[in-house]
C-alpha cells in the first residue's frame, strides 16, 4: 500500500491515509459534509486573550486592576486549551518574584503557593561516574538567592482565582482554533475548535461548531512555539528583522524520596554528562517544601543537535543513573512525568511583538532567561506591559485607529524600556557562544570570562545556529546511541511514563498532528535520518511499523499519547508536521508540574 502524495485539498476519502484534518482537507469540498450547518455563534469582548499561563493572566489581571482602579466597565475572556487552569502547565521550576510582586505586592496575604525559599544552590560538570562542583559566584545568571522553587501549575491556577476573583471570564477546554480577520488585514479575535469530528474526517452526529470571540485587541499568549502564533509570524511578517528561533526540550518527573535525603530549598544544576560537549543541554533537581518529601528534577535539551539517533527522553533516564542524582533517588517513587519545548533565542530572536488587532506576550515570542533557565517573571511582566499600553486605547471614547482592530505599537516601546529587555540583553551571548569547537567547556568559560567580568556589556552580539529542524545530520553519518534498558527502580520506559502525564484525548476524532505531505516521513525523514520522530518525541506518537504487506514501513502517529510539548513541529528535518489544537480538554492532566 502505498501512501498517496496528492495535492492538498485532493485527500483520498478511503483507504490507508495519515492525515484527515480539515485544516489540509478542506470541508467544502468533502461530500460528507453537505448540508452540515457551519454557522458560528459570535461574542463579543474588550480584550481576547488565548493561554490560561502566567503571562495571559498577568495580562488579565492587570487589565482588571485597572479597570477597578479608574472605574471603567472593561469585559476579558481568556480561553485555555487544558481542562483547568495549570493542567498544561510545566516548568522546573525555580521563580523569582519580581513581577509578582509589581503585580500583587500582598501576595503572601493573598495565600501565593510560593512554599520553598531556595536555601542552598548547587552547581556541577558530571563525567560519566564523578562530579566537578563549580562555584557559584554570585553575579552569575545561576544564582537562585533570593528565588523560591515552586510547582508552576498550581502557581498558575492561583494567579487565575485571583482574575476570576477580579472579574476576568475564564473558559478553560476551550481551545483557540483559528485567528480571525477584519476585512482591512487586521486581526478580529479567534474561533475555539468545532468538536464531533471523527477520525477519518467527516462530521459526527454530535458535531458542533466552535464559537467566535471577538475583540478590538486579542493578546496571543500560547506558550512556546504556539499555533496560532506560527501563522501570525507569517500573516504579518514578524519574524523579519531577527533570527529563526531556536528552542530546547524539558523533560521533568517529580518523585516522592526517603525523607532522610529530603533537603527543602536545596537547588541543584548539572552540566556535562550523560550529554557530549556539542550537545547543548543540563539537569535540575530541586527539593520541594510542600508537607512531603518531594522533588522535582529534569534534563533539557537543546534542540539543534544533530545526531538523529539521540532521545531526549532516554538521556534523562540515563542522568538518573549518575551516582551523584541516583543517591537522593534511590528508594523513592516516580509520582509524576512531562515534557514541555522551551524558547532559548533570547534577545537575537525576539519577533516583532505588536500588530494591527493583536500582540504576543510570555513564552510565545520567547521571553525566556536561558542561562538563567527562568521565563515565568519575564513572561508575566511581559502581560502586564500589554495590559499597560492597551487599557487607555481600549476604554478611550474615542478609539482612534486607522485599522478595524486596534494596533498598540506602545507596547513594543515599553518592553524595550523595561527590566526584561535589559536582562535578556546582557545574556544574549551565553547560550550561542557555545557553538565553538570545545563546546560546552568553550562557552562556560565565556560565560566566566564576558558575563562575569563585563555583565553583557561586550560591544559584539553572538549568531545562533539557525533553524533546529536544519541541524541534524544523515543517519549514515552519525553513530547510533546505545540507550541501558530501563530498570522500573530508577529508570523508566516510555509509555508508562506518559501514563503518569495524565494524558487524554477523545479518540475518534482527526489526528492533531498533521503532516503536509503524508509520503514525506517514509521517503525523507526514515530514509536519511533513521525516523528521528520517534526519538524526538517524549511521549510516543509517531512510531514507524511495518506495512501490511511485509514490505517497507508507514508511520503510524498515536495522536491520543500526545503532552503537547511541540517539539516534533519545531525539530522535524522535513518541517512537514504542523501541530494544532486537539478538541478542548485534550492534552495531559498534569497536577502542579
Known sequence: ?????????????????????YTLCPRDKDPRWEGVEMERFADEADVVIVGGGPAGLSAAIR???????????????????????????????????SALNELFPDWKERGAPLNTPVTEDVFSLLTKKYRIPIPMLPGLPMNNHGNYIVRLGHFVRWLG????????????????????????????????????????????????????LHAKVTLFGEGCHGHLAKQLYRQFNLRENC?????????????????????????????????????????FLYHLNEGEPLVALGVVVGLDYTNPYLSPFREFQRWKHHPFIAKTLEGGNRIAYGARALNEGGYQCLPKVTFPGGMLIGCSPGFMNVPKIKGTHTAMKSGMLAAEAIFPKVTAKDLASETAGLHVPEYEDNLKKSWIWKELYSVRNIRPSFHNYFGLYGGMVYTGVFYWILRGKEPWTLKHAGLDSAQLKPAKECTAIEYPKPDGKLSFDLLSSVALSGTNHE????????????????????????????????????????????????????????????????KDPSQNINWVVPEGSGGPAYNGM
Open 243 to 283: 533570527e529563526p528561533q531556536t528552542y530546547a526540550i524539558g523533560l521533568k518527573e517529580v518523585w516522592l524520596i526517603d525523607e532522610k535525603k529530603w533537603r527543602p530549598g536545596r537547588v541543584e544544576h548539572s552540566v556535562g554528562w550523560p550529554l557530549n560537549r556539542n550537545t547543548y543541554g543540563g539537569s
Open 507 to 570: 479518540g475518534d476524532q482527526p489526528p492533531h498532528l498533521t503532516l503536509k505531505d503524508d509520503s514525506v516521513p517514509v521517503a525523507n525523514n526514515l530514509a536519511i535520518y533513521d525516523g528521528p520522530e520517534q526519538r524526538f518525541c517524549p511521549a510516543g506518537v509517531y512510531e514507524y511499523v511495518p506495512l501490511e504487506t511485509g514490505e517497507g514501513m508507514r508511520l503510524q502517529i498515536n495522536a491520543q499519547n500526545c503532552v503537547h510539548c511541540k517539539t516534533c513541529d519545531i
Open 1 to 21: 500500500i502505498t501512501l498517496h502524495t496528492l495535492p492538498q485539498g485532493q485527500r483520498p476519502t478511503m483507504g490507508r491515509y495519515i492525515t484527515s484534518h
Open 161 to 212: 482565582e485571583q482574575a476570576e476573583a477580579l472579574g476576568v471570564e475564564i473558559y478553560p477546554g476551550y481551545a483557540a482554533a483559528e485567528v480571525l480577520f477584519h476585512e482591512d488585514g487586521s486581526v478580529k479575535g479567534i474561533a475555539t475548535n468545532d468538536v464531533g469530528i471523527a477520525k477519518d474526517g467527516s462530521p459526527k452526529d454530535v458535531f458542533e461548531r466552535g464559537m467566535e
Open 63 to 97: 487589565l482588571k486592576q485597572l479597570a477597578n482602579e479608574q472605574e471603567k466597565e472593561l469585559r476579558v475572556c481568556l480561553v485555555e486549551k487544558a481542562s483547568q487552569i495549570g493542567a498544561h502547565t510545566l516548568s522546573g521550576a525555580c521563580l523569582e518574584p
